[in-house]
Structures are given as structure tokens and as C-alpha cells.
């Protein structure tokens, strides 16, 4: 990947919003609700701490995990999108 995040933050590829609701109706793209999940494509090397040491993350490339509608920075990478958001941003990750 030519994105390389530093510090505590992660790259990560939202996953498809739903096009149709449970009930089958097709959605319109201005319709579908923004995705809240993705897969991590890439991690910064941890949170640098105040003696010098850095955090460990807690996910790894490959985890998909949740995170907040709002959050991080979108950004266009090779003609695909991308999410930059500091790793406590991250809700939840799926097991």
C-alpha cells in the first residue's frame, strides 16, 4: 500500500453500504446510509508515549472493525477510497 500511516493511526477500506433494506426495497445511492465498518488496511507503529515507548495497536491488517459515522479523514488513493482515523476512533472489531 503507498499509504502509510504514522503514529496511532489506521488506513482503513470501508466496506459496501446496503442497497437493499431487509424488506427488499432498492435504495438509491443518495439513500444508503454511510458504512460504519471496514477492513484495516495498514497501521502507524503504535502511540508514542511520554518515556519514548510506543503502544502496541490493538488491530492488525485484516481485522474489520466498526467505528464511529463521522469519523477520520476520507482519503483517495489509487482511485480507491479510504479511511485515516486515530485508532482509538475504533469501536469495535469483529472476532
Known sequence: ??????DDRVVIEAMESEEKTEGGIL???SAQEKPA???VK???????LDNGDRLKPSVKV??????????GSDV????????VMRESEILAKFE
Open 62 to 71: 485484516g481485522d474489520v472493525v466498526i467505528y464511529g459515522k463521522y469519523s
Open 1 to 6: 500500500m503507498k499509504l502509510r500511516p504514522i
Open 27 to 29: 435504495l438509491p445511492d
Open 42 to 48: 495498514a497501521i502507524g507503529p503504535g502511540k508514542l
Open 76 to 83: 483517495k488513493v489509487d482511485g480507491k477510497e479510504y479511511k
Open 37 to 39: 465498518q471496514g477492513k
